[in-house]
């Protein structure tokens, strides 16, 4: 059990309906990401915070993703309007980063599927 | 950019034996260097990284990798595999405090 926990795990969606999903941290971590893996690939950089910050998004986060983490706690990733492009696990991992690199640890993560 | 390649697709191995899964990289400037292992309907697990010193770096479950700056490679061994290492391994790098990239992955079959 890494810590990271995300909600929910499994969700169906049909085209065009808003979906969001949460992650709770490692409580003592001060970053949280976001990636994104589809079959076959590893995980792809989506958006990450520092603290309340939200300090780098990838090109792959288009408009229709966006991404919070009020007070510096949980993390919310919201789609809206969604694709069957869509369609992939969701995940969200943290990091504390104080004292030099540190390693990330990963959630289960949301595993999306777009109808 | 930064990139990880990881060539082999499916690493088989026996019990008892010693594995090695591949990796190599692309990045700028000094590279920090990881290695994760994800199990079936289980999220990723670090195992290990390697941020500077000593090449040989020691890591959970009796893992280790070797950083060859020459050779930009960060390649995963261990001496004796045990079925339950089968699972699927990402390499990953990240260049000074940015974020990681990772490899496709390699899947590692031991068998008994």
């Known amino acids: 059990d890494t810590g990271v926990s995300q909600d929910p795990r499994h969700k169906i969606t049909k085209r065009g309906q808003n979906v969001t999903f949460r992650c709770d941290p490692i409580?003592?971590?001060?970053?949280l990401y976001w990636y994104r893996q589809t079959l076959g690939q590893g995980p792809e950089f989506l958006t990450y915070?520092?603290?309340?910050?939200?300090?780098?998004k990838s090109r792959l986060l288009s408009d229709r993703f966006s991404a919070e983490r009020p007070k510096g706690s949980f993390s919310t990733l919201e789609i809206q309007r969604t694709e069957q492009g869509d369609s992939a696990m969701y995940l969200c991992?943290?990091?504390?980063?104080?004292?030099?690199?540190?390693?990330?640890?990963f959630g289960p993560g949301t595993r999306l599927t777009v109808t | 950019a930064q990139s990880v390649a990881q060539p082999e697709d499916q690493v088989n191995v026996a019990e008892g034996n010693p594995l090695t899964v591949k990796c190599t990289y692309s990045?700028?400037?000094?590279?920090?260097l990881f290695w994760y292992v994800q199990y079936p309907n289980r999220g990723l697990q670090f195992l290990l990284k390697?941020?500077?010193?000593?090449?040989l770096v020691k890591g959970s479950y009796g893992f280790e990798a070797e950083f060859n700056k020459s050779q930009t490679s960060f390649h995963l061994k261990k001496p004796s595999a045990l079925v339950s290492d089968s699972a699927l391994y990402f390499c990953?790098?990240?260049?000074?405090?940015?974020?990681?990239?990772f490899g496709k992955g390699t899947m590692l079959l031991v068998s008994p």
């Open positions: 991992a943290s990091s504390q980063e104080t004292h030099g690199v540190g390693e990330q640890y």
């Open positions: 409580s003592e971590h001060n970053r």
């Open positions: 915070f520092q603290n309340e910050a939200q300090l780098e």
């Open positions: 990045v700028s400037g000094n590279p920090y």
């Open positions: 390697y941020i500077t010193g000593d090449n």
């Open positions: 990953a790098v990240r260049p000074g405090y940015s974020t990681l990239t």
